[in-house]
């Protein structure tokens, strides 16, 4: 058995048969933006309805929302992504290129230039072969290196390197020496100087009416997040929830990546799962039950509690998106949680998980949930000037339980905390006096997934090669996806055992016909059984069903299984049981 999964093999394969196209492809295509072809848009569709029903239709505390693309620009405002939702960017002076200024090194490492220095460095090449790559492979990878454009860099660079050969040990070392230059990196597609990095902003601007005026421009969203929030009283008024509850998202993003690549994982055009569960500060949560439940008391987290505070809300989101992906069909060892360290965290965060996934190109983020406060709700309070504030009821009433004295307390110790903590004590006592009125503004725990990134994960973990003997001894191969049966794009492929027989083709169509009402069906009746099998398996069906003579006597057929290749001979019944127990 053999695992060949590197990403060219994948995207070989999703081309082959219709999972994944460059997107105008016939004009050369467009970087960054990929189209789902037949069994792309069937895998992706049961991705998103299974978060869905995961997320929202499972469960009796989480509503959805539907929300535009494009919205006021007054809510990126509010949000921050105007003012800094940014990448630093690069230009090279001499070719021009653009590049995030964070990826240059991973540019290099992964391109031509760097491939070609760490074959050298691999083989110990002495100073004498590595001035040769300037003068030779060098002038076609790397015109604009300046040990490669003059014999004086050269020259310099060949002193540095016998005076300290150890510190030019690696690609990047090795480079930045070749590139002669003082303050700033080497291009890595040229060797050329780069440019400081700029801010860039992600989002892709338009024009919303005929009149190309800046009081017109609007945005693509970025994330489907803040549909949400500017929702979020709507939401409230119609959907009979109280707080803890969530509003999910599902829908197309848009970021103006400055460097898509790694095929489908940065993409600019994507789409997003989110979900914002809104719960009570703990403060709240303190007045109503008299403590606040934390990790450090070791909850259970299979079903939610009324003391719990935040850190046990995040800490429960994370362990519900993990069991969904596995669900979806990861193995628990594909994967990873990294916790952002404190000084990587948003200002306003106060934890945040990223799921890391080992992508063929390195350990990448899958999706991210962070606990973020009260921060968006209370921005477009701001912004908007409208409240955001809920009542809750039981939270006035257990206030009320409370004499003057203990209120007085309960405000000091708050006050106290968030000093502590480095902010205002008057806005804390502020924000009590309003506890007691059994008014806040909701804190949020956001899961946030992407739809894209979960398809490429699956399709890397599903990619198999097997060696196979066959039965007369001599060796085969299949490719083979295994996807899990909620998530693959078919979930049964109907054969007639012959074509020119009508009692078994028309037996076979009347089967077909039957499970296609159901499931997502496949009908192939061309070619040796054999063959039509290892189609199937490249795009992952679990079950193929042969209806052959048998079929017409006892109304059994035989369903073979992807992954075992084992035949057995059921009937429809016993097939529909079998799927449906597959797909709960
Ligand atoms: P990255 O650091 O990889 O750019 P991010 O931290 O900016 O991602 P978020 O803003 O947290 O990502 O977005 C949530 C999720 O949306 C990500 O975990 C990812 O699954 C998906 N996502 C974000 N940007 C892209 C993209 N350019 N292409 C495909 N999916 C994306």
Known sequence: METMN????????????????????????????WDYGPMGCEMKRNIKEDWWRFTVRNREDVAGLDATIIMHPAIWKASGH?????????????CKKLMRADQVWD??????????LQALLAEGADIGKLAAWCKGKGQG??????????????????????AAPEKYATVQSLYTLFAQLADSSPCPYCGG????????????????????????????????AQAIFAQFLNVLATSRQTVPFGIAQMGKSFRNEVTPRNYTFRSREFEQMELEYFIRPDEAVELMFGR????????????????WGWEVWHKYWVEQRKAWIQAC??????????????????????????????????????????????????QHQKH??????????????????????????????VAADWAAHGKDADAARAFVAKLFEGRFVPHVIEPSAGVDRMMLALLCNAYEEQKLTDEKGKDDSRVVMHFSPRIAPVKVAVFPLVKNKPEVYNKAREVFEHLRRRYAAFWDEGGAIGRRYRRQDEIGTPWCVTVDFQTLDDGTFTVRDRDTMQQERMTLEQLKAKIEDALI
């Open 6 to 33: 590197s990403l060219d093999v994948i995207s070989s394969l999703c081309k082959r048969r219709g999972f994944i196209f460059h997107s105008s492809e016939v004009y050369g295509g467009i970087n960054g933006f």
């Open 82 to 94: 105007l003012d800094t939702f940014s990448d630093p960017m690069c230009t090279c002076r001499a």
């Open 107 to 116: 540019i290099l490492t992964e391109g031509p230039i760097g491939q070609s």
């Open 141 to 162: 990878l790397a015109p604009n290196l300046a040990a490669v454009q003059n014999a004086d860099a050269l020259t310099a660079a060949v002193e540095a390197l016998k």
């Open 193 to 224: 100087e780069l440019t400081e990095p700029r801010p860039f902003n992600l989002m892709f601007k338009t024009i919303v009416g005929p009149v190309e005026d800046p009081a017109n421009v609007a945005y693509l969203r970025p994330e489907t």
């Open 292 to 307: 606040v439940t934390t990790m450090a008391d070791n909850p259970d987290l299979s079903t939610p509690q009324d003391a």
């Open 329 to 378: 069909g990861l193995p628990a060892s594909s994967f990873e949680e990294y916790w952002q360290k404190p000084d990587e965290l948003a200002h306003y965060a106060r934890a945040c998980v990223d799921i890391l996934y080992a992508f063929p190109f390195g350990t990448q983020e899958l999706e991210g949930i962070a606990a973020r406060s009260d921060f968006d709700l209370s």
């Open 384 to 413: 908007s000037g409208k409240s955001m504030e809920v009542f809750d009821e039981a939270l006035k009433l257990a206030a009320a339980k409370l004499d003057d004295a203990a209120k007085a307390a309960f405000t000091e110790k």
